[in-house]
């Protein structure tokens, strides 16, 4: 079945990056763009952006320009998003999603 | 960017009862989608273009709706149904979300 598998949580000091994967299985990884979504605690939902991993092409929220970056490895069928100059604003659990199928979120919590 | 104002914000139904779930958009969208999402788990598609039933969600739920307003119907509230159900638009950049209602048991 289709299962995405992301990595685990992280605790980042302000002004760092993190990297977080998301590991496709079950379906053809290079037919399905793969979004990133934030979940701040206790809120709504923000899409970040999207990446079509058989080309690369990405589409953004124009709010996250510049703080995530989304990136693929097709010989893994594993896609990453890096967020960058982390902030407490940043601390929330950031889910993948192909829409149909969710991985279980990670959880970043930005902290000194 | 488009907002999606969802109606109410807290409900609560017994079991059985039917419950409407409203999303207002500020501008016309194209179609609708909804997720539902219990505690400390991932959002969960249950209707994709407005109307489409995702694969496995019980016949129960259904959506509708045009242009600036849509609903999400739960024909026969179960106790399982309680969470929070999230409308999401998909026609214009960036795409968005509703603030959630949230669906308690009565």
């Known amino acids: 079945q289709v299962k995405l598998l992301q990595s685990g949580a992280a605790l980042v000091k302000p002004g760092a990056s993190v990297k977080m994967s998301c590991k496709a299985s079950?379906?053809?990884?290079?037919?399905?763009?793969v979004s990133w979504v934030k979940q701040s605690h206790g809120k709504s939902l923000e899409w970040i952006g999207e990446i079509y991993p058989n080309s690369g092409a990405t589409n953004f929220n124009e709010k996250f320009k510049g703080k995530a970056t989304l990136t693929v490895d097709k010989s893994t069928s594993t896609a990453y998003m890096e967020l960058s100059r982390l902030t407490s604003e940043d601390s929330a659990i950031y889910y993948c999603?192909?829409?149909?199928?969710w991985g279980q979120g990670v959880m970043v919590t930005v902290s000194s | 960017e488009i907002v999606l104002t969802q109606s109410p914000t807290t409900t609560a139904a017994s079991p059985g009862e039917k419950v409407t779930i409203t999303c207002l958009a500020s501008?016309?969208?194209?179609?609708m989608y909804w997720y539902q999402q219990k505690s400390g788990a991932s959002p969960k598609l249950l209707i994709y273009s407005t109307s489409s039933l995702a694969s496995g969600v019980p016949d129960r739920f259904s959506g509708s709706g045009s242009g600036t307003s849509y609903s999400l119907t739960i024909n026969t509230m179960e106790a399982e149904d309680a969470a929070t159900y999230y409308c999401?638009?998909?026609?214009?950049?960036?795409?968005?979300f509703g603030a959630g209602t949230k669906l308690e048991l009565k």
């Open positions: 079950g379906y053809t990884f290079t037919d399905y763009w």
């Open positions: 999401q638009q998909w026609s214009s950049n960036p795409n968005t």
């Open positions: 999603t192909t829409t149909d199928y």
């Open positions: 501008s016309s969208v194209s179609n």
